[in-house]
Nanobody, 113 residues
Framework: QVQLVESGGGLVQAGGSLRLSCAAS????????MGWYRQAPGKQRELVAR???????NYADSVKGRFTISRDNRKSTVYLQMNSLKPEDTAVYYC???????WGQGTQVTVSS
């Protein structure tokens, strides 16, 4: 199984950018589809971006055109580049397989207005 550690969150003003990283361990990372998920206070966790083992990507409508998911299989790392951030992007962001398995602690992203 894959174990994941998210990093790169922080506090940023609206319109700013952040780059999240997810370091993975596990011998089968390269064959797993990966996703970034987020959960805002009082809301359900949602999938915001997905990348297949071959590099195909999908995005939630709310982030399309602003976020970019990528992966580096040699480094066993998945990234989420977030641009033009909005206050409604404030959430705890998690990486996981897609579909997800076990959840980690995530990384907090806070966007101020």
């Amino acid at each position: 199984q894959v174990q994941l550690v998210e990093s790169g969150g922080g506090l940023v003003q609206a319109g700013g950018s952040l780059r999240l990283s997810c370091a993975a361990s596990g011998s089968t990372f390269s064959i797993n589809a990966m996703g970034w998920y987020r959960q805002a206070p009082g809301k359900q966790r949602e999938l915001v971006a997905r990348i297949s083992s071959s590099g195909s990507t999908n995005y939630a409508d709310s982030v399309k055109g602003r976020f970019t998911i990528s992966r580096d299989n040699r480094k066993s790392t998945v990234y989420l580049q977030m641009n033009s951030l909005k206050p409604e992007d404030t959430a705890v962001y998690y990486c996981n397989t897609a579909p997800p398995r076990w959840w980690g602690q995530g990384t907090q992203v806070t966007v101020s207005s």
